[in-house]
């Protein structure tokens, strides 16, 4: 036979809660109970006040850039919780907040880190995660290289590593994929493929039909699901999760969900995207889905939504409160931790702030004087 | 006169006059609107000229600075990238290569880092690889430096590190006639230029009136803005601006020369030797850390060849040699026109 298959692949799509909160009850089975999905939806109403907060301290001139993640916590929240807090890491990128406070990183710090203060980015210890990842495409990597630690140190523990559907067009991505796939790394790759990387929308970010069929390339299993709906994608991350712990090595999971805001607060999105795809997607909100679930099953009441929304407010100031009470940091932190030890070069740029040498070394002192 | 009749469409929002003595028709421009108008000029004069980059287009690039240009001149000269540095770079190399003349952005030059292997490793030695037989005329144009509190990696000072790079010509012009005058020697330069745009000057409040045909400024060559006989002052890029602001602030009887490199690579050796050998005081500012920086060759530069010339140590104000801090710090590390200022007057002092 002359010509015959060596490949065949397919892609599937997961959904379980519709646009309109209505569920497949038997892809739901033995995902989240009720009441996991009533704490999961207070949750992101919270993580989505503050965010809107963030983008408001922007707006009057409190905060510097900030990317919101409105739309998008759904993906960010059931991936998260399908991760063990303490123990499995998280290598993200800047669109999964909602997955880094559950995991443990106090929400002012967020704040900080966009307020322009690397103290945001001081993970406390005992939570499991990286900072905020500016470089696009380049953290995925080293969700590879922990998670091989893990793999080497036999220790029952994954990584998993958040980007953009842009970043996979970046050499590191498919790098930080074969590596994982090569040594079978207990590694998750949650792409949220939010439809646009700033102004460039994903069909023109890529000529594949699909985020996930990338990961074929590295023999690796691969799904994409509803990126809003947080019983698929807590579905999916928790199935990838067990596998890799399990030593069945590492799984790509593209979540399909959609930037509500702007690519940040620096870009004006109206410049390049129609606003009615952002009103057809305002509709799939996965905030608006979840409680739409809830009220079908009578397990939310609008008395319930108002007092939530006022708990929410206090929460948000009280996380903005903690961010503006941290005072700028002196200009020792500029120096501190370049180094374990400060070289004495930079011992005596720290004491004087000043490169240039005439007034700072004994033997240039001898000066007249000094107008 | 055709290029003027040409381009008084593509920017309509742009101020012009006639210049009463030259006859020359002139436009008022910051230093972005000066670089997206050249970029129109080149592309309208010289078919083979396209520009590249993560969100060129339609978005008309994160700075506007290829703003308008997509409406103009079309998706198939002006492309938004996949966004993958190496990516936009290798491939400008091979269009290089295919005949074109590639102008590709990186966002900002903190996005550099992937690129790097293709400029550095590729672009810079095509010439001498291939003894001559291929070349690569392309303009990287890269945003670049501090004072805009931006985040991370958003605000380097990397010109030294490609300066460090034979093969590649780096420029970094700090005003808008510069800017245009260079970016169109770049764009005409047979090798590959690495074009850094100060963000923190691009929008900058006072517009500059500008010839508008199109002309070249020689790369290679420095700039004296102000003469002087008692100390020689050197920057470049955002820097030069707090040079000027410490001017204002010095004794009157304190003459200095200020010059703006323009050129970084390659470097204008004599306008500086002449300068400091009239002077015979130094004192360069930059905002990439000091050790290893810009600031280090030139001061060995007149080490060698204004020895006798030097009545005091040739010095340096540049940025820490630590990573640059967040915003919140950040204008704790940038050189500024006091620290400018105090350098000169030790200098004098000496
Ligand atoms: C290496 C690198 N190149 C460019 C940028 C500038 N930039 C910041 S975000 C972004 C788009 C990212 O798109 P995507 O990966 O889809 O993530 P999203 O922002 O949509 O969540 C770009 C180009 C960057 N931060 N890093
Ligand atoms: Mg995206």
């Known amino acids: 036979m002359p010509v015959r298959t060596v490949y065949t692949a397919k892609i599937d799509h997961i959904q379980i809660m519709d646009e309109h909160g209505v569920v497949d009850e038997k892809l739901a089975h033995g995902t989240l109970s009720d009441q996991e999905v009533l704490e999961l939806y207070k949750y992101m109403c919270k993580c989505r006040a503050l965010d809107e907060t963030a983008f408001k301290l922007q707006r009057s001139g409190r905060m510097g850039t900030y990317p919101q993640n409105k739309g998008q916590e759904a993906a960010a929240i059931g991936a998260g919780y399908a991760l063990q807090r303490g123990v499995d890491w998280l290598v993200p990128c800047y669109r999964e907040n909602a997955a880094l406070w559950m995991h443990g990183l106090p929400m002012h710090y967020v704040l900080l880190h966009w307020m322009g203060d690397e103290r945001g980015n001081q993970i406390p210890e005992g939570v499991c995660m990286t900072p905020l990842c500016i470089p696009i495409g380049t953290q995925m990597l080293h969700a590879t290289g922990i998670s091989w630690a893990f793999k080497i140190r036999n220790e029952p523990k994954i990584a998993a590593t958040f980007f953009g559907d842009g970043a996979t067009s970046e050499g590191d991505f498919h790098e930080a994929m074969n590596f994982a ?14 439809h646009w990387a700033i102004s460039v929308p994903r069909e023109s970010q890529m000529n594949s039909e699909t985020v996930a069929q ?41 979540a399909v969900t959609y930037r509500l805001a702007d690519h940040t607060t620096a870009d004006d999105a109206r410049r390049y995207r129609d606003p009615k795809e952002v009103e057809a997607w305002q509709g799939k909100d996965p905030v608006i889905r979840l409680r739409k679930y809830l009220t079908a099953r009578s397990l939310w009441t609008d008395e319930q939504q108002a007092s939530l929304d006022e708990e929410a407010k206090i929460m948000v100031t009280d996380v903005i409160r903690a961010a503006e009470g941290i005072a700028k940091p002196t200009t020792d932190d500029i120096f501190d931790y370049t180094y374990a030890t400060l070289p004495p070069e930079l011992e005596v740029q720290k004491r004087t702030l000043r490169t240039h040498s005439l007034g700072q070394y004994p033997e240039q002192a001898a000066l007249s004087s000094v107008r | 006169m055709t290029t003027t009749q040409a381009h008084a469409a593509f920017n309509p929002k742009l101020r012009r006059r006639t210049d009463d003595e030259t006859g020359q028709a002139l ?16 592309m309208d004069l010289d078919d083979r000229v396209v520009c590249l980059g993560e ?17 103009r001149f079309g998706g198939s000269r002006v492309f938004d990238t996949p966004l993958s540095e190496s990516g936009i770079m290798g491939a400008a190399i091979g269009l290089a290569m295919g005949g074109m003349r590639p102008i590709p952005e990186i966002q900002f030059e903190g996005f550099l880092g992937p690129a790097y292997d293709q400029l550095v490793n590729h672009a810079a030695r095509y010439r001498t690889r291939s003894r001559g037989a291929i070349t690569i005329p392309m303009v990287v144009r890269v945003p670049v430096g501090g004072g805009i509190h931006a985040p991370e990696l958003h605000s380097d000072s990397p010109e030294a590190i490609y300066a460090h790079q034979p093969g590649l010509k780096v420029v970094m012009p700090c005003t808008p006639s510069d800017a245009k005058g260079l970016l169109a ?34 790369i290679g060559q420095a700039k004296v803005i102000t003469e002087g006989t008692d100390l020689t002052l050197i920057s470049w890029g955002a820097s030069v601006y707090q040079c000027l602001e410490a001017l204002d602030t010095l004794p009157e009887d304190i003459s200095v020369e200020l010059i703006d490199l323009r050129t970084i690579s390659p470097l204008d050796r004599d306008t500086l030797i002449q300068s400091v050998q009239k002077t015979g005081r130094c004192v360069i500012v930059h905002e990439a850390p000091k050790t290893i920086g810009l600031g280090a060759e030139i001061s060995s530069i007149i080490q060698e060849h204004c020895f006798l010339y030097l009545k005091s140590p040739v010095q340096r104000v540049a940025g820490f040699d630590t990573i640059m801090p967040y915003y919140k710090l950040e204008l704790d590390y940038l050189p500024n026109a006091s620290l400018v200022s105090e350098a000169v007057r030790q200098t004098m002092a000496y």
């Open chain 1, 214 to 254: 990338k990961a074929l390339a590295y023999g690796m299993p691969t799904v994409q699901v509803d990126g809003n709906d947080l019983l698929a994608v807590y579905k999916v991350t928790k199935e990838a999760a067990d596998r890799a712990r399990a030593g069945g090595g590492p799984s790509f999971i593209e």
């Open chain 1, 181 to 194: 796939s090569t040594f079978q790394t207990p590694t998750i790759f949650f792409c949220q493929n939010n």
């Open chain 2, 55 to 71: 969100d060129v287009g339609v978005n008309g690039g994160v700075f506007r600075a290829t703003d308008g240009l997509h409406a």
């Open chain 2, 185 to 218: 020697a770049a764009i005409e330069d047979p090798d590959p230029v690495v074009f850094f745009e100060p963000k923190r000057v691009y929008r900058l409040p006072t517009r500059e009136w500008l010839q508008e045909d199109r002309y070249t400024i020689p």
């Open chain 2, 27 to 42: 436009v008022e421009c910051n230093l972005v609107e000066s670089i997206t108008l050249t970029l129109a000029q080149e």
